[in-house]
């Protein structure tokens, strides 16, 4: 079973510049979760879909962020403009049923300079 | 914050001896996760724990639970350099099914 795909890998940018992020989940799992994990924490939530809905996205500050998932499978998660504090690794995970056994990408970690 | 809290939050022990981490959190829960993440890395799924279930095993990994001290406990036994890694638990809320990850817990295992 091929794994959740995370594209790209790495990427570094200005701040004020905007960045998306691409996501491709495991084929069928209808949950996809963005985390962001800043150096030292743990990863927090950011969005979660529900097939092609937002379940939840009380955590995603929306002045700037903002994901879609238009056809209930891969979704991009997109910064305009990116802040310097948005340096993080950007984690994307899916799941059968929402909330068991996460399977996570090895995620795109973002630099802002 | 429904996040839990690992502790310690740095553990060093050498090759062959057993890790204890520990995670407390905040309110009721269903379920309780325990993920491995190698530096540089996506994190990885070890255990599912549910809060009617009191212990349970995977390998060389133990877990409980005893949700009324809202607290978890991750044992790795016969360590190895290998399971070098931060460690994270993580819990959702009895009425969501969102997960929410605590600060973590950074092993290190000394051949």
Redesign the interface.
Known sequence: EAG?AQSPRYKIIEKRQSVAFWCNPISGHA?L?W?QQILG?????LI?FQNNGV??DSQLPKDRFSAERLKGVDSTLKIQPAKLEDSAVY?C?SSL???????????T?LTVV | SQ?GEEDPQALSIQEGENATMNCSYKTSI??L?W?RQNS??????LI?IRSNEREKHSGRLRVTLDTSKKSSSLLITASRAADTASY?CAT?KNT?????????TSLTVIP
């Open positions: 959740v949950t979760y985390y924490q743990g990863p927090k939530l979660q379940v939840d984690l995970a049923e929402g909330g068991y056994g996460y399977t996570f990408g090895s995620g970690r | 996040q269903n379920n996760q993920y540089g890395r996506g994190l990885v799924h599912l994270f959702d969501g099914n969102q997960f929410y990850f605590g600060t973590g």
